[in-house]
């Protein structure tokens, strides 16, 4: 299988579309980084994360019902696949593993 | 409460985004605004609302063109063509209208456009025209105004010729004309001096010769074709002798194409400048290369590299520092201008014989600009006023499907295919045009507009520009029709009918045409009050001749036997033309001189000429080889120096600069001695010591043919090498403000064109709005009103719109000539209401005829045949 790898961005934004299981859209992404991160998150680039991702085949987009609000525009609703679970997964594998590995350092006195 | 993003935003992000993405993309965009303007206020959200939309236009999201939709596209547009020419051929009448009024307008701009693409060839023949440059001068004297001058002094050459980014220098004199004789043949030629580097640096074409080495010598000439043809017939001109330019033996050393019409040195021969330099030191004049001696050179040079230019540019900066500290009053200032740019380019004193004056040609190009804006609102307002007309045909267009940017292609077509059509008339009407524009010789333009198949591109790229001005309003306006009101119900539409915007397209038309009768009448008076100017002595039947190097006491003598001939005298210079000679002279303080213009004259100069004596008297006939001691002078020149009154003045003593000290032995009256836009500044007559060039004869003669044709005679005795030159006084003041004809000429031909655009525009308008308002003038009628009342109330929209034209025409054109154009003369008209108020008069009783020729037979129709065939 072609090993994808994607930017520090896409996987915070991957990570959230996964906490927020079907339920994750543009919108509700951004305010939860934004939470999580303390800084402004800016929508166009998430658009460009999940765009991206979804071309890679980590996630997978579908439409939700017309409400309301938002002038009758629908959300769009990300869900991940079994290839991004798969990569969330090797992600965090790799960063507990080189963490485990760091000694005690002091700083200082 | 649902408050929406800014709509042009929105707008902006519907049109570039991929239908596939638009949707969620905006709905999110739209839920954060509407988060935003909670958490931080209205202001904010909008912003960061604008900057997203901003930042989102990426390569994903933008839409791309298929080639489908550019078939779909072409396929609407070929559609709107057909639909365009049905329209046209239906609506005889307005076609003709909109159709010549655009051609007449175009037909001006084609001609600007020919004129600015020859302009612009001028010197491109030259290879390496980027890296030439002429060094100008500007040359400023006391309090006078700077005079930027396109000679310069030859020190200049000498010190660039020594610099590393200058390659070569090229330096040249005018003033080269004169007799050359070869065997036979006595032949007069004019052209320059020029040095070595000439050939090389300027691409002539070298038929003959090598080029590198032609110039090098003394003595040395080269010709120009049609030259050597003249002097040599067939044969090689290479090697042979010609006698000539003072008095010297030349040998030709090449032979060149003739410079084409488009180059702004134009020339019979060159001869080398080491010639002139030697002959001048063999008279021992060492004059050549002072800083001062500016008016009669020209220096070129041919840079290693443009890039540095600001290298020669900071050197010449201080050449001119260092020169200038030794002279006090006078400065003059050397830089540098491009090749490219001496034609068309800034208005410079002493150019070589072709000038172009830039000033002059921004004045056209905007008059035609104004013309062919005033025939776009021609158009612009009968397709308004004809929208109703149309509203069916938008309204079923709409329904089919037509979006509102479609419907509004189609009328910008239609318009653009209307100025399309326009062109070729306009094309035609160019050539019909053309020699009457080339006539107006005055302004001395070397241009023959000849109309090249490639201006094609930019004349249809105008039309198409005409087009789309004329043709976007009404497309807004019918656009903007709403399907099913215009199906229903088309009387309710609401249109934008735009009341005041046509009477504003209108009185600016008006205003137009107005304003240029009045400019013609203007320039036209103050033409006729130059010419007929009292000059303070006579000119009428005054004949000036060019004695031409012949000797002027001999030929005085021959012409004055002649009946006919009253009197006859001598000067070397035609006043009160435009013409100035001066010098610096000094009273008794020799740090306090100032500028003075005189001529030379002989003893019967004043007389014939009839000028006032205040006091002293004339001159007396000078014995041979005598050097002259009195001066003449004018009330100017007493002023100057506080002389006193005349009679005071008359002894007293003046030093003229390099000439000594000259007693005063009369005065004469102040006369007008420059063109009448300029004052008076101090004069001096004096008799020469050298021979005279003009001979005045004041004729006396019932058949002036006869007298004419017996000068001509006495002049062929005398001199058979060269033609008889003479002119009448009169004429030759006519000639001087030849400037103003062609301004007149230009102005007058504007003024009817803006006439006829603007009648057309009347005539179409008067006749739409009587037609949709048939039925209300019947009824009118039947309920009593008068045919006159009622002519009255149907043109009251067009005679307000005249008047207040005739008010602002009026106001712009006062302030146009009392202020900017009528001022810069020392003497001038004053202009009255009758000038202002000619341009109102005038298209008053234009309009009358047009419109009320129409209305009467409107007026006076059956209101019961109209209304019962309505």
Request: with cysteine.
């Amino acid at each position: 299988m072609k090993s994808t790898s994607i930017g520090e961005f896409e996987e915070l934004v991957l990570l959230t579309v996964a906490a927020q299981h079907d339920q994750a859209y543009g919108v509700s992404i951004k305010e939860s980084l934004e939470e999580i991160l303390d800084r402004k998150v800016n929508i166009s680039a998430i658009h460009v994360a999940l765009k991206r991702m979804e071309d890679k085949g980590l996630v997978k987009g579908r439409f939700g019902g017309i409400t309301s609000e938002r002038g009758g525009r629908r959300k769009k609703f990300y869900v991940i696949t079994i290839a991004g679970k798969k990569e969330v997964d090797r992600q965090y594998t790799i960063r507990t593993g080189i963490y485990h590995q760091i000694p005690k350092i002091s700083f200082g006195t | 409460m649902m408050t929406d993003p800014p709509r042009w935003a929105d707008r902006i992000l519907e049109w570039y985004c991929r239908d596939e993405i638009l949707e969620d993309l905006q709905g999110d965009l739209h839920e954060v605004f509407r988060k935003n303007i909670r958490e931080k206020g209205l202001l904010r959200a909008r912003l960061i609302y604008i900057v997203d939309v901003i930042k989102f236009f990426r390569f994903y999201t933008v839409k791309q063109f298929k080639p489908e939709s550019i078939m779909q596209a072409l396929i609407l547009l070929l559609s709107y063509w057909k639909t365009s020419l049905r329209n046209i051929t239906r609506t005889k009448l307005f076609s003709l209208i909109n159709l010549s009024g655009l051609a007449i307008s175009m037909s001006t701009g084609i001609l600007m456009i020919v004129l600015l693409a020859e302009i612009h060839q001028f010197d491109m023949m030259h290879e390496k025209r980027d890296r030439i440059f002429r060094v100008i001068n500007t040359f400023k004297n006391g309090n006078d105004a700077a005079e930027p001058c396109a000679s310069t002094s030859p020190l200049v050459a000498q010190k660039l010729a020594g610099l590393d980014a200058v390659d070569k220098v090229v330096l040249m004199r005018r003033n080269a004309s004169g007799d050359f004789q070869f065997e036979d043949k006595t032949i007069p030629l004019g052209g320059f001096w020029a040095s070595t580097d000439f050939l090389d640096v300027f691409s002539f074409e070298v038929l003959e010769g090598d080029p590198q080495t032609a110039l090098r010598d003394p003595n040395t000439i080269v010709l120009t074709e049609t030259t050597s043809q003249k002097l040599f017939g067939n044969v090689s001109a290479l090697g042979k002798s010609l006698h000539g330019l003072n008095d010297n033996l030349y040998t030709v050393t090449a032979v060149v194409k003739d410079p084409p019409l488009h180059s702004h040195l134009q020339f019979d021969f060159l001869a080398s400048f080491v010639t002139f330099e030697e002959n001048r030191r063999a008279q021992g004049d060492e004059s050549l290369y002072d800083w001062s001696n500016m008016w009669m050179y020209y220096t070129y040079i041919l840079l290693n590299d443009v890039a540095q230019k600001t290298r020669v540019d900071q050197f010449l900066e201080k050449i001119n520092q260092e020169e200038n500290k030794r002279y006090k009053n006078t400065s003059y200032s050397a830089s540098l201008q491009r090749l490219t740019e001496i034609v068309p380019g800034p208005n410079l004193s002493n150019q070589t014989r072709t000038r172009v004056n830039i000033n002059m040609i921004w004045i056209l190009l905007a008059l035609s600009v104004i013309v062919v804006l005033s025939a776009c609102f021609n158009y612009t307002n009968l397709s308004i006023a004809r929208s109703l007309g149309r509203a069916r045909e938008v309204g079923i267009r709409k329904v089919i499907g037509a979006t509102r940017g479609q419907v509004l292609t189609q009328f910008v077509m239609e318009a653009i295919v209307f100025s399309l059509f326009a062109m070729v008339l306009a094309l035609g009407l160019f050539f019909l045009i053309r020699p009457y524009f080339l006539s107006i010789g005055e302004f001395d333009l070397p241009v023959n507009l000849d109309f090249k198949i490639w201006y094609l591109v930019p004349v249809s790229a105008f039309a198409v520009m005409t087009g789309f001005l004329a043709g976007f309003l009404p497309s807004l306006v019918l656009s903007k029709i709403k399907a099913i009101i215009a199906l229903k119900d088309v009387t309710r539409i609401r249109l934008f009918s735009g009341i005041n915007l046509r009477i504003v397209l209108m009185v600016f038309q008006f205003t137009i045409a107005m304003a240029m009768i009045i400019a013609t009448i203007i320039s036209y008076r103050q033409y006729r009050f130059a010419v007929n100017f009292d000059l303070g002595y006579d000119t009428e039947n005054v004949l000036n001749i060019e004695a031409q190097g012949n000797d002027s006491r001999k030929l005085a003598l021959e012409f004055s036997r002649i009946p006919g001939v009253q009197a006859v005298s001598r000067s070397i210079m035609i006043p009160s033309t435009g013409d100035s000679w001066g010098n610096y002279v000094k009273h008794i303080d020799p740090a306090d001189s100032t500028i003075y213009n005189y001529n030379l004259v002989d003893e019967n100069y004043l007389t014939l000429h009839n000028f006032t004596f205040l006091a002293g008297r004339n001159f007396k006939e000078l014995p041979e080889g005598s050097v002259p001691k009195e001066i003449i002078v004018n009330e100017e020149m007493l002023r100057r120096f506080d002389l006193g009154d005349p009679i005071e003045a008359i002894g007293k003593q003046l030093t003229l600069l390099d000439e000594g000290a000259y007693q005063i032995t009369g005065v004469v009256a102040d006369f007008q001695f420059k063109t009448i836009d300029s004052g008076n500044r101090p004069f001096v007559f004096k008799q020469s010591t050298e021979d005279y060039a003009i001979l005045n004869l004041k004729l006396r003669s019932n058949d002036m043919q006869q007298l004419m044709g017996q000068l001509q005679d006495t002049w062929k005795r005398i001199d058979q090498v060269h033609p008889f030159e003479a002119e009448f006084f009169d004429d030759r003041i006519e000639e001087a403000y030849a400037e103003y004809t062609s301004i007149i000429k230009i102005v007058g031909f504007l003024s009817l064109l803006s006439i006829s655009i603007s009648v057309l525009g009347l005539l179409g308008m008067t006749i739409f709005l009587t037609q949709s308002r048939l039925r209300e003038i019947s009824i009118r009628k039947i309920l009593g009103a008068s045919e006159s009342s009622l002519a009255l109330h149907l043109s009251r929209t067009f005679l307000s719109a005249i008047i207040i034209s005739g008010l602002i025409a009026a106001g712009l054109t006062y302030y146009f000539f009392e202020v900017r154009f009528l001022s810069n003369f020392a003497h001038r008209i004053n202009i009255g209401i009758l000038d202002l108020g000619s341009g109102l008069i005038i298209i008053s009783l234009i309009a009358l005829c047009t419109m009320g020729w129409h209305l009467i037979k409107v007026v006076r129709a059956n209101p019961a045949t109209i209304l019962r065939s309505e």
